[in-house]
């Protein structure tokens, strides 16, 4: 089979990634890189020999039959545009964008053109999350109570989009993804202590008509790296750690167990401290899963994964968590936008 024509737009500190894992792909070749930056297009000439490096946005699509998008987000919408009137599939990287009017544009023009979008919701095709959802569709993990994740560390400190839009999609996409639904009520709680209007420190809660809760920490500020999903379930609770090197997945078979005999009385309840496994998951990077399964999708072998509907759902979360944060924190709801 003839391998894809991929350009990758955006050659920055993840597009490169892009780039490398889309070079090592036996199904796709980089057809063209494109950046606005010289000394990105420089390195990109150097590392990259005999592959189209231009600032032109044109003469990259051109050559493509298939476009990454992997600029600041702000961008994301006139690019991933242009690829869509060329009928180019295109996956745009996360945030798919900063609003849900330009989120949705991009979806109806996508719709109105058949021409399929794949949303880089990157950890949805992290082996533990899949494994993760598999547990959860399973019922594995018994009711699923509540969930919360971690994501901090120091840097990199964005300019143009606060911790809750460079890092929420991530988590948001992953509730999404193993809790089968969408929050009805958001709320957000976050300061901004390095630039105005900036927020470098981001708390967020996500409440689900099933009665499920989801929070999410995200900070650049922080002394700590941590990447970290914890899910409680009735039967059990489980942590990814995307820290550690091995052994990422956690599932403890603890919980608190009522008899059915004793009714609600509280003295009746009791904790079961059981056993902790840690399930053989296979490795494998994500972003080469993804862009593998983009291949097929450009192709016209799969469905995406994650849909243009997906990226308007999740930046709708983000848009709701902002308009929660400037009101201090207050509970928003995500059919009306009303305080609740
Ligand atoms: N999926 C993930 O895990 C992940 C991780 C990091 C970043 N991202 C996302 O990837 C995107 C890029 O992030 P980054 O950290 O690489 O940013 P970056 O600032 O390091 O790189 C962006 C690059 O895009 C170039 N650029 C800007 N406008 C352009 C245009 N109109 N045409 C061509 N090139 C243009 C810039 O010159 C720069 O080299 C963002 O949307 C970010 O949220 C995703």
């Given at each position: 089979m003839?391998?894809?024509?991929?350009?990758?737009?955006?050659?920055?500190?993840?597009?490169?990634?892009?780039?490398?894992?889309?070079?090592?792909?036996?199904?796709?070749?980089?057809?063209?890189?494109?950046?606005l930056d010289q000394s990105v297009r420089e390195a990109m000439a150097r590392q990259?020999?005999?592959?189209?490096?231009?600032?032109?946005?044109?003469?990259?699509?051109?050559?493509?039959e298939a476009v990454v998008v992997a600029t600041p987000a702000v961008e994301h919408p006139k690019l991933a545009s242009a690829a869509i009137e060329r009928g180019l599939p295109v996956l745009v990287e996360k945030p798919f964008a900063l609003s849900v009017k330009e989120a949705t544009q991009m979806a109806e023009l996508g719709a109105s053109r058949g021409v399929p979008i794949l949303v880089g919701h990157l950890l949805v095709f992290h082996p533990v999350v899949e494994r993760l959802k598999a547990m959860i569709g399973a019922g594995d993990l018994g009711q699923i109570y509540y969930l919360y994740s971690q994501r901090v560390n120091l840097g990199q400190v964005r300019?143009?989009?606060?911790?809750?839009?460079?890092?929420?999609?991530?988590?948001?996409?992953?509730?999404?993804?193993?809790?089968?639904?969408?929050?009805?009520?958001?709320?957000?709680?976050?300061?901004?202590y390095?630039?105005?209007?900036?927020?470098?420190?981001?708390?967020?809660?996500?409440?689900?008509?099933?009665?499920?809760?989801?929070?999410?920490?995200?900070?650049?500020?922080?002394?700590?790296?941590?990447?970290?999903?914890?899910?409680?379930?009735?039967?059990?609770?489980?942590?990814?750690?995307?820290?550690?090197?091995?052994?990422?997945?956690?599932?403890?078979?603890?919980?608190?167990?009522?008899?059915?005999?004793?009714?609600?009385?509280?003295?009746?309840?009791?904790?079961?401290?059981?056993?902790?496994?840690?399930?053989?998951?296979?490795?494998?990077?994500?972003?080469?899963?993804?862009?593998?399964?983009?291949?097929?999708?450009?192709r016209g072998e799969e469905e995406p994964r994650q849909t243009a509907e997906d990226g308007v759902t999740v930046v709708r979360i983000l848009e709701a968590a902002t308009e929660s944060l400037s009101r201090g924190g207050t509970l928003v709801d995500m059919t009306t936008g009303a305080e609740v």
């Amino acid at each position: 089979m003839t391998r894809l024509k991929v350009a990758v737009i955006g050659a920055g500190n993840w597009g490169r990634n892009h780039v490398r894992s889309l070079a090592a792909l036996p199904e796709a070749d980089v057809a063209a890189v494109c950046d606005l930056d010289q000394s990105v297009r420089e390195a990109m000439a150097r590392q990259y020999p005999g592959t189209l490096v231009t600032d032109s946005v044109d003469k990259a699509l051109e050559a493509a039959e298939a476009v990454v998008v992997a600029t600041p987000a702000v961008e994301h919408p006139k690019l991933a545009s242009a690829a869509i009137e060329r009928g180019l599939p295109v996956l745009v990287e996360k945030p798919f964008a900063l609003s849900v009017k330009e989120a949705t544009q991009m979806a109806e023009l996508g719709a109105s053109r058949g021409v399929p979008i794949l949303v880089g919701h990157l950890l949805v095709f992290h082996p533990v999350v899949e494994r993760l959802k598999a547990m959860i569709g399973a019922g594995d993990l018994g009711q699923i109570y509540y969930l919360y994740s971690q994501r901090v560390n120091l840097g990199q400190v964005r300019p143009d989009e606060n911790a809750l839009w460079s890092f929420g999609p991530h988590d948001v996409s992953v509730a999404l993804e193993l809790l089968g639904q969408a929050p009805t009520k958001v709320a957000a709680h976050g300061k901004s202590y390095l630039q105005p209007g900036v927020e470098d420190v981001v708390f967020m809660t996500m409440e689900f008509a099933s009665g499920v809760m989801a929070h999410v920490q995200m900070s650049w500020l922080d002394p700590h790296k941590e990447r970290r999903l914890t899910v409680v379930g009735s039967s059990k609770m489980v942590v990814f750690d995307d820290m550690q090197a091995r052994e990422k997945l956690k599932v403890y078979d603890k919980g608190v167990d009522r008899p059915p005999e004793y009714g609600s009385y509280g003295e009746s309840l009791t904790v079961r401290q059981g056993d902790i496994s840690i399930p053989l998951v296979p490795g494998g990077e994500p972003l080469k899963a993804e862009l593998r399964h983009f291949v097929r999708v450009a192709r016209g072998e799969e469905e995406p994964r994650q849909t243009a509907e997906d990226g308007v759902t999740v930046v709708r979360i983000l848009e709701a968590a902002t308009e929660s944060l400037s009101r201090g924190g207050t509970l928003v709801d995500m059919t009306t936008g009303a305080e609740v």
